[in-house]
């Protein structure tokens, strides 16, 4: 391994690597050896040509969670995630700190939007729901049997506007008959609600704007109000990627750099049924998204004007493999943990042709997000970019473990006391308060430091800083 700039170092090719690794860590900022070695073993996939992690590195199944994986002649679902469409919107709106309760403005949210693991919402009838698994948000039109609040409030007008913000339009080919019947079940129901883990709505001010010309392109200004959605495929997703993860396995596993890292080889029944399938839980979380979005804007609309224009700046997945052309040469390119960064130049006939992709990065619970805008630089990374801030220490070690009668087996590195000052002034509306801890800010690498270091790489220009007020999570 040696550094090779400020905010870059390379993995040099050692045994069966097919190519060097490279990643774009700053000096100084903490990364986990065995994120590393994760890394390497992404290196050694067959046909792989590119090995690249973001400052958000951190340990995940197989691959670590903050890289990008693409190669010529393979798919692996563990180089996608368990989360499969995982992501990031933010809505907009005319209202101005100082002017609003965004203690109200959460708690009322709360009350349509359940939090945490194995909450149902949005209950469907099995056509519809494979209906919507096959063509995403540009499905939810023709949803027949609508019974709930969510279809009484829905806007087709805000949501046709909304389509043009969603990255692929919201809408990929799946394949539902590739989806199991356990992945069905556990899905019928799930739209519309947040999850657990790291998965959040916040209530945030634009602190900062640091490009007023983009900024104002993408609706942006500073004091402005914003709501930040970030969740995902929710049980459905896992379920698909579990099944397939498990597949990969039977296929290829005296192939694989090892028992975490299968794959499939492209062009073959199965991988197509994989992808098929992927398809389907990225609709899940697109959609997920966009019903979420339905009921955040009623209850705005409720608190501060009916009439109230509400529009998303964009919606963009995390955790997806895709077919893309880079340099004349199709290659899937497997963002795990990472976020599409595409210039000007690779958003031609769409709302961003002049300005490019807007790049939605939060931070940890209690810190700053940010919105970028991608660059012709980043093509070094294959257009891609950090989804976030990245842990520095597991779940367990930040929240402890304890057993029954408050035996204690792991005490937590996070104390409650620094827990509660890294959230003073912050509105926190939690479903699990005993697991809370697990994302407390003190678990994250420092957001400011990730984003100056893409900044400074020239894969991503800051575009604005937003600061939380109220946080929802699971």
Request: proline share 4%; aromatic share 6%.
């Amino acid at each position: 391994m040696k550094r090779v700039s400020p905010y870059k170092l390379v993995l040099e090719r050692e045994g069966d690597m097919k190519v060097e690794a490279e990643a774009y860590v700053a000096e100084g900022t903490h990364v986990e050896t065995d994120a590393l070695d994760q890394l390497r073993n992404a290196a050694r996939l067959p046909s792989v040509v590119k090995a690249v992690a973001m400052p958000d590195i951190h340990v995940g199944y197989g691959v670590p969670i903050g890289a990008v994986v693409a190669a010529t002649d393979i798919v692996s679902p563990a180089a996608v995630g368990y989360d499969i469409n995982c992501g990031m919107r933010i809505v907009t709106t005319p209202l101005e700190h100082g002017d609003v309760d965004p203690v109200k403005m959460a708690e009322t949210i709360r009350r349509d939007i359940p939090l945490g693991e194995g909450k149902t919402n949005v209950k469907m009838h099995e056509d519809d729901f494979r209906l919507v698994l096959e063509y995403g948000v540009e499905a939810l039109k023709d949803v027949t049997h609508k019974t709930g609040r969510v279809w009484d409030v829905r806007d087709e007008a805000e949501e046709a506007e909304d389509i043009e913000r969603i990255q692929e339009r919201g809408s990929l080919l799946g394949d539902s008959v590739h989806v199991s019947h356990r992945a069905i079940e556990r899905g019928l129901g799930q739209l519309a609600t947040l999850g657990g883990g790291n998965h959040f709505i916040e209530i945030q001010v634009v602190e900062s704007v640091f490009d007023e010309k983009i900024a104002a392109a993408f609706g942006l200004r500073k004091n402005q109000i914003v709501v930040m959605i970030h969740t995902g495929s929710r049980g459905f997703g896992h379920q698909v990627a579990g099944d397939y993860m498990k597949l990969a396995k039977s296929l290829t596993l005296d192939r694989a750099p090892n028992r975490d890292l299968c794959f499939i080889d492209a062009g073959t029944p199965e991988a197509e049924h994989y992808m098929g399938a992927m398809n389907c839980a990225a609709n899940f979380g697109f959609a997920n998204r966009q019903l979420m979005t339905v009921l955040v804007r009623h209850n705005l609309k409720r608190l501060y004007g009916e009439r109230m224009s509400l529009p998303i700046v964009y919606d963009v997945p995390h955790n997806i493999v895709k077919a893309e052309d880079h340099d004349g040469k199709m290659l899937w390119v497997h963002r795990k943990g990472a976020t599409r960064a595409f210039p000007a130049s690779r958003m031609q006939g769409s709302r961003y042709a002049e300005t490019g992709q807007p790049v939605l990065i939060p931070g940890s619970m209690g810190t700053a997000s940010y919105v970028l805008v991608g660059t012709e630089e980043s093509s070094v990374t294959l257009h891609s970019v950090n989804h976030g801030a990245g842990r520095v220490m597991s779940r367990t070690a930040a929240a402890g473990k304890y057993g029954r009668k408050g035996k204690v087996f792991r005490e937590a590195a996070i104390s409650d006391r620094d827990f509660e000052h890294a959230m003073r002034g912050i509105h926190l509306i939690c479903e699990d308060k005993r697991a809370i801890k697990e994302e407390a800010p003190q678990a994250y690498k420092n957001i400011d430091e990730v984003i100056r270091t893409v900044a400074d790489a020239g894969l991503a220009r800051i575009v604005a800083r937003m600061k939380p007020l109220a946080v929802l999570k699971g």
